[in-house]
């Protein structure tokens, strides 16, 4: 059993930066890949990035690639999303999730976060 809470979401003006974490529970973090998702009002949730095991096999969503870093710290059952150069296209409520495997679509993930609020403003 793995329990995620993200935090770091907020508003911030288009160009501006946040950092997202999520914190996990639990002694098995570093045996799961960890995603990040994001669903925005009236869509569909939808892969942002991902992240092995290890920290490798990073994977992102071409929408985000060049402004959003995917990274974990093992020891302190913690991934993060560093994003950068926002628009107001990033608004959306920002998920972390846990997997078996670097998957990119929601059903390859077993274990979810409750969510964070990211609000881009114009």
């Known amino acids: 059993q793995v329990q995620l809470v993200e935090s770091g979401g907020g508003l911030v003006q288009a160009g501006g930066s946040l950092r997202l974490s999520c914190a996990a529970s639990g002694r098995t973090f570093s045996t799961y890949a960890m995603g990040w998702f994001r669903q925005a009002p009236g869509k569909e949730r939808e892969f942002v990035a991902v992240i092995g095991w290890s920290g490798g096999g990073t994977l992102y969503a071409d929408f985000v690639k060049g402004r959003f870093t995917i990274s974990r710290d093992n020891a302190k059952n913690t991934v993060y999303l560093q994003m950068n150069s926002l628009t107001p296209e990033d608004t959306a409520v920002y998920y972390c999730?846990?997997?078996?495997?670097?998957?990119?679509?929601?059903?390859?993930?077993?274990?979810w976060g409750q969510g964070t609020q990211v609000t881009v403003s114009s």
């Open positions: 999730a846990a997997g078996r495997l670097r998957g990119v679509t929601s059903s390859q993930y077993t274990y």
